[in-house]
């Protein structure tokens, strides 16, 4: 059995808003208060990735 960490719930704009900043990954996840693990648990539930965001733009 996996064991979850506890993620603080961050909307999907403010997620975006920061990818689209040219953030890394790890200075997006400093910047909001959150664990590395929090952020990709968010990018997966999302489904945020290189090719969905080459979409958007």
């Known amino acids: 059995m996996k064991r979850r960490?506890?993620?603080p719930e961050i909307p999907k704009e403010t997620l975006l808003e920061n990818i689209f900043q040219g953030l890394k990954d790890r200075e997006i996840?400093?910047?909001?208060?959150?664990?590395?693990?929090?952020?990709h648990k968010y990018k997966r539930l999302y489904g945020i990735n290189?090719?969905?965001?080459?979409?958007q733009l």
């Open 5 to 7: 960490a506890r993620c």
């Open 29 to 39: 996840a400093e910047r909001l208060g959150i664990s590395l693990s929090c952020l």
């Open 50 to 55: 290189k090719r969905s965001l080459r979409k």
